[in-house]
């Protein structure tokens, strides 16, 4: 784990904890930030230790999105002709898409712990998480229409497989507040903690939980409902016969079975 | 704006209501309905005024649907090949829908407020809008069951993205009647009103919300909605970078973060 | 009706009820259990009386899901060879998957009547009907992921269609028990009734009502929703007009109608 | 027929035949030429007696492509905002491309004769029709590359359906001129003729053989071709036998099968 | 081996030589002809000594597709409802689907020898197939057109990926027969051999080559060239990538290495 | 440019030529050669001056395929559980995929100028360019089949979309070598030259061509014919009036516009 300017990382129980750690901006997503979480989840991906990951932000906030700054100066870069104007700006959106795509990627399941303001970019950025919890003080808008612009890192593209129809279009386009407990009843976060101390500890435990299963398991589970977000459930049913083939092959299966029968605690390789 | 005999339609404030107005026969969508739902969306997509639009009923109803006088006729219209008729009939079927996918396609935000009976094709309509709200006395039935016939200008198409499939399917298959409250736990409706001019103002102030954004933005971010609503998460990414390319050329971005600095109102060109 | 060893099946008011059978078993799936659901969904499909399904089990349970002697015989079957193994096991899942597609693929309603325990391939199953319903003191679980492997006979492909995928998720990553009220919150089942035998009444009289409407209606309806499910909107609604094109032509809708204005019962051949 | 300015119209033999009627222009499709060329695909569509359709060029050559006049206009209109601008773009060239798609919707086989120049737009159009043929002297090349612009109008969305993609490529990419012969080894048109009354009478004698047949068989067999353009080969099994469950049911393949038995041409209904 | 009425299976150098069997009736698909195919792919599913699988006919010729008799016989059995007889129809063209569905899904390479007429169903069938050779003396044709319907049980789904567009639909709505050398131009067969006796004797020295292969290899190619057919390239990746996954784990590569470098012939299991 | 180990990089008249540079083992895919071209092609992306790029061979070979030792290594790296062994394979299989990728989704136009052997991993190579020119004494091999394995970087893949159905399986179950002139016959190559000196020369004349092009024109035309090879037409149409939206506003239309005026060569920004 080398040093982070926008983040915190810790390892420990086989869970990864990245905390965004700007607190004094709100956690406001700069320059740093977006390589870095690409470097962050390529170290996660590599480190067979970690079988779970949580995010969260440091201070009273998840984070208010992207760092206003760093759009403006996006602004300022634009030349004379429009068309390479647009091809230059359709990079810088892919570029900045690819630090999220690194986290939907994950083959580990990603927890995001919300707390105080998630807005803008941030929701952008639990979107791309596997599962959302709460704090009781949280609170979550689709801030880019106030910035005149639509969303485009993520929250458009993948909110709408998570949360329903009508309350998508909705907050997307008033980009008005919902609370935690709204939130909860939407589908948007899976539980609301009391606090922000109580939503680690609850999310924590959760994550520990998961890194108790076999991993082998757990990461077939995540590529198959990634998959499945995209794919026709036909495919989705060759998918996973062709996976389980060499996946049922793993002695993860005679582990799980020989707990079972000795009702004790399975143990798994990484 | 022309005159029109099935409906009845107000711009103001930016907003363009689009109000059923055959109250004594409940709404019911008759042979003049269908053409004149294209022409007026037509017309709110040339007028750049309009921001937002609202669909509502006239009278104690928000519609009973596709008239059955209409139906019958069409019944009566058959010839001896059954091959011929099919081809007749399915070019009739694909031009009712094409008066919903008007409503669809529109690249305005369309608002559905519904009082009283929304039944059949009512169903079919205001699956095609963007958010639907309710009041309190709002009856929903997927009543085209009781008819002899699976539903077929949108209902089986796009309520299945609005709603869970396992009340989907009850709803369709009984056709039972759902109120207000239970439309709003299912996700059909955003929020229920108390009564019908509750609903009304509830829904105008939205629509108003909704039009003092930039309507770049909006019509940008309702693209991407309804591109999500068939496409990959990696199409949307890569779609959305190839639009927001122009867009973000767009002077209302620079309105939008001097009117944050400022802390004022912006103010966007139609 | 032949004998099946590990189902009850009966017949009555055009309803076939399925019942799992095994209760000394808490109705594990055993190798019987396979390949004779699809023999029954084969004389369900071929039995025009036949207009519903209700899949239920004997006894306290619902069912356990997959029987664990038999997924251990599979592992011993393995050879020398990944490669061929691999193939062999390929082919083993696709099979598996084949009787539950059964139940998919009918055309007539399947409502699954939920009691007690509903784990593993039990969730699989009810994933590949059309409506779930629940007694108070079902409990449901993914259990796979106990087992050491991810679900593959339906449970990933099929269940992110019905309930959200945060808590989908969660679910499949954890295994935890999920009870039938918060169940009912997350859309998996339509509705809770007190104990088994409102559970069964409440369900076949569900299930009469269905079998009382047009079952030219009724199949058309489920196959538009079944198609929906991995389809376009665009292509949802050229496929209706295709389907329609010859279904409006039946005698039911004039039959309907008749009905609708005599305000009486109508009745459909099979 | 009503009279077109950019085009000359001739019904004879159940055959429309469709000529760009600008010889002095070299056949370049002006602002008359959009709108009309719809207008006639309606009327061909709604005319049950025309059962083929012939596209070719009067004078020296097929067509130059899209007028340069109408393109600098276009191009003249833009206001000062980028964003807005493009949004008239986008609408602006959709509303070009439906005048393509009306002939690739086209119920009616549409059969391109081409002689001369084949430039630009002129791709665009023939590759929305169903075969192509060219006399000795036709020259294609998708010319608007040295436009300083990507083909819009079709060009490159069809053609790689029709010509091999390595070819596809060095054809855009070069704009480079290319003959029949090599056209006709691409797959780019069917047969080459010795001259522009060869190419003629070939091509009638050819729409003449399709209208001797069942127009319900020509029309289905069309449909699924072009279905099977853009769709799985299980959804397109699955398509033509819900197609083909109403238009068997047709006469046509009484008459057709009586025909065969005692060897005589059959007579189809229009 | 059972015992066949339409067809004479023989087995030899792990080849399943799968002959039509009906020479004084043109080998026309009969009654016994459908069900007995599915058996006999079944079989070769099942058997791991057959590597390749050659289709010829017996006699003078390929085949001349589907027995008119059993069409007309499928004519009489429709009842008087028109939606009843569709669905029959629907689930009949299924039924057929099915047949040539087998052919296509087969994990091991079918070769198809076409000498004499092959026509209407036959096309169908070959469509299927992975490969095509002709005798000089082969007449191919669509001849489903003359029947007075759309080619149904695999034509028009298969053949627009076999051969070009433009040729697709001259054969398709025209029904010309096309000779044995304008079908290799056209990609449909690979080669022509002088006579019958010449291409049994090349297509069976193709099916050994094949047969030498390592058979995990030659599926596992077949399987992604199947996949290929109907999914995006990026998928297609990611697909090789999981099944190699298990496949690069055989044995099989570790003796191709080794033939390969001792310059022997390697030896490889079922 | 930087120095690289298995490459020879040029740039000259605004075109990169790459060439593998390891003559003496023929060109073979070494450790070296992967995360090389990736490098490359990055340096191309982000090098505005370079327009086209043309890949070829050093010695008497363009390349005979990954080298076997690094294969054979791989294999070697294998551990005791078969589950984590295919997730480490799996991961490979991607790693090597995405060298080619690179070349793939190059926004410039990449032609590949192949004499001598083309073998295994170079087949998979020049499937990822734009284009493929021979040299007459060009031998092509799909050689993995060989190996005991199908093949994973690309060539099941993407040549399908290149060459027809039937020679592609053939190639692929056979392993045989086909000759240029074959090649070009089934359009794996569009031109043959009389030898490798000839072959670079119009290589290079072709590529300069394009150079002289709008780089704007071209990149749009490449990115359309990308994505026209994994979508529908429909989608293709909708998504190049997004992206002329941009585009259309380039000053590079005005320039070519003047120039096709005047009669003089445009010259466009890099």
Partial sequence: MSDYKAFRVELADKIAHVAINRPDKINAMNADFWPEIIEIFNWIEATDEVRAVVISGVGKHFSSGIDLMMLAQAGNQQGRDVGRNAEKLRRMILTLQASF???????????????????????????????????????????????????????????????????????????????????????????????????????MQLAREIAAKSPVAVRGTKEMIRYMRDHRVDDGLEYIATWNAAMLQSEDLRIAMAAHMSKQKPEFAD
Same sequence: chains 1, 2, 3, 4, 5, 6.
């Fill in 101 to 203: 795509n690194a986290v939907d990627n994950c083959r580990k399941p990603v927890l995001a712990a919300v707390h105080g303001y998630c807005l803008g970019g941030a929701i952008d950025l639990i979107s791309a998480c596997d599962m959302r919890y709460a704090a009781a003080d949280a609170q979550f808008s689709i801030k880019e229409i106030d910035m005149g612009m639509a969303a485009d890192v993520g929250t458009l593209q993948r909110l709408p497989r998570i949360i329903g129809d009508g309350q998508m279009r909705e907050m997307a386009y008033t980009g008005r507040m919902v609370g935690a407990e709204e939130a909860r009843e939407m589908g948007l976060v899976n539980r609301v903690y009391a606090d922000h101390a109580a939503l680690l500890e609850g999310v």
